[in-house]
């Protein structure tokens, strides 16, 4: 596949209502992409939802994809179902898909630049500390999977095989917890631990695997370095890379979470950005009754 048709857009959703913010992010990312192919992932018991989701849009493309409810369950069930090569081979028909996840926004339709790079996976870029960036902020690399654009076939690649991913684990926490050794061996055997040599995959957070251990278990996976990525998207220390690159990024995550003060500013500054996607959203919680 070639040009648009290349990229699905998936849209987890777990719930049976919506808080506003979640509605405006629904709402901008089916905006943002009218010609796309949309899936919105969820449970069984949020069907009645996501059927009116999709009458109330009349997108031509956006469509509802039911899965298990034990992938929602929480957040170590969806972790462990985005680091299964079977979630990945349900989408084998295109050559990549792009995580939108409800508290993300896009600012721009520009999808296709990412597509066109050399890489594998994309993500809003992590500084050391993760969650927490340690002071001075240093770059750590890989991405948040929140908001996040993976070529399907080499995750699928990559999930098929077997391996014992300690030494990458073990050299991931050490990266990632400068001067910190004995808190670093500490996480890497709950890692191990954790993983039992049951499987391919140890337990942990899903983009952490593709940002730092995928790459060591196959070379030719690709991570978008953060010089790159935070064009792509901004996650923490929004401030900091938007003084790197002058400009916004394709889109962000946990906006609310991270640096609200810096968000508000930048939609105060340019009311346009969000302005078509906070007018649906308002007349779709009207419409749907959504009081979350």
């Not at 979640?22 to 996501?50: G, M, W, Y």
């Not at 059927?51 to 462990?80: D, K, M, R, T, V």
């Not at 890489?119 to 770059?139: E, K, S, V």
Request: proline share 7%.
């Amino acid at each position: 596949m070639t040009g648009k048709a290349s990229c699905c857009i998936l849209i987890p959703l777990y719930k049976q209502d919506l808080t506003a913010d979640e509605s405006l992010s629904l709402a901008n990312t089916i905006i943002r992409c009218p010609d796309r192919v949309i899936f919105i992932l969820h449970p069984p018991h949020c069907q009645k939802l996501v059927n009116q989701l999709i009458a109330w849009f009349e997108h031509p493309q956006l469509q509802s994809y039911c899965l298990p409810a034990s992938c929602f369950s929480g957040i170590a069930s969806y972790n462990c179902m985005l680091l299964l090569s079977d979630f990945y081979a349900l989408f084998a028909a295109y050559e990549w898909i792009l995580i939108v996840q409800l508290d993300a926004l896009l600012f721009s339709a520009n999808l296709d630049f990412f597509l066109n790079q050399a890489y594998d996976y994309w993500g809003a870029p992590f500084f050391l500390g993760i969650d927490q960036p340690l002071r001075p902020l240093r770059l750590l690399g890989g991405g948040n999977g929140g908001l996040s654009l993976r070529r399907v076939k080499p995750c699928i690649r990559i999930l098929a095989r077997s391996h014992w991913l300690y030494p990458a684990i073990r050299q991931f926490e050490h990266d990632s917890l400068p001067s910190q050794f004995f808190r670093a061996e500490y996480r890497a055997l709950c890692q191990v631990f954790s993983f039992g040599g049951r499987g391919s995959v140890p337990s942990m957070f899903e983009d952490l695997f593709w940002s730092f251990i995928a790459p060591k278990i196959d070379p030719k996976f690709q991570v978008a370095p953060p010089e790159q990525a935070m064009y792509f998207a901004f996650e923490t220390e929004p401030f900091d890379l938007r003084s790197r690159i002058g400009v916004l990024p394709f889109g962000c995550h946990g906006w609310r979470r991270h640096s609200p003060l810096f968000w508000e500013e930048e939609f105060k500054s340019n009311p346009a950005l969000m302005f078509s996607a906070l007018q649906a959203s308002n007349v779709l919680r009207s419409d749907l009754n959504l009081e979350a």
